[in-house]
């Protein structure tokens, strides 16, 4: 499954993703006290409130998961087969996100908009690049990367060699949520609602790594060339 090598700069670029979604996840929580990175739980809650008759808590759920939703979705369509590398559209576009997610956020202070705009540039980060290299990529929930840490570290106690880099792979991106909370957490208790703001330099700096480090401009003629 896992045969090609991978590419360090990609791997830290994830890395950097899955760090935003630990901060960005965290300052939701503690602030609108509902998780914006992914939504398992908010799915469960959403049919309680049915069941319960609780509207307001309908309507915040739902407009959570939707937002999430039309987020991969613009990035299904924004994305559909580009490549990772090949197109500068990976790091302009997340450079936008940053951009219109501070403007927003900035002039209309509003919780509601604050959390279908956190969730929807949640949703677009996590449908930005779904596999590298063979490698499922979810920066926004660690449920997967938590199955397939477990599971490449299995691999490597029964003496596969090349499961051990996948397990550091994982292994890192959980490492990476986990100091994004931890960041999130002093930020919320700092700088309050400001706090959100960062997401948007986040994910301009995330975009900018990508153009400069990641796309090259003749990797095009690179492939025809060695191909």
């Known amino acids: 499954m896992y045969t090609k090598k991978l590419n360090l700069k990609i791997v830290f670029w994830l890395m950097f993703l899955t760090f935003t979604s630990g901060y960005t996840n965290c300052i939701a929580l503690l602030y609108c006290s509902i ?3 992914h939504h398992t739980g908010n799915v469960s809650n959403l049919a309680i409130a049915i069941m319960n008759g609780n509207l307001e808590s309908v309507c915040l759920f739902t407009s959570a998961i939707l937002s999430f939703f039309i987020g991969g979705v613009f990035s299904g369509f924004t994305f559909y087969k580009k490549h990772v590398g ?3 559209m990976f790091g302009i576009t997340v450079i936008i996100y940053g951009i219109l997610y ?3 956020n ?4 509003s919780t509601f908009i604050l959390i279908i705009s956190t969730a929807f540039v949640a949703g677009s980060q996590n449908g930005l690049l779904t596999r590298y290299k063979g490698i499922t990529t979810r920066t926004t929930h660690l449920s997967g990367y938590l199955t397939d840490c477990s599971v490449n570290l299995g691999r490597t106690l029964r003496g596969d060699k090349k499961s051990f880099k996948y397990f550091l792979f994982f292994f890192a991106n959980i490492l990476s949520f986990f100091i994004g909370t931890i960041s999130g957490t002093i930020a919320i208790s700092s700088m309050k609602v400001d706090s959100f703001l960062l997401v948007g330099i986040l994910r301009i700096s995330s975009g900018l790594f990508y153009l400069k480090f990641i796309n090259k401009k003749d990797i095009h003629q690179s492939i025809l060339t060695n191909g």
């Open 106 to 109: 900035a002039f209309i202070h």
């Open 86 to 88: 090949f197109s500068r």
């Open 35 to 37: 998780p914006l990175s």
């Open 102 to 104: 501070i403007i927003l």
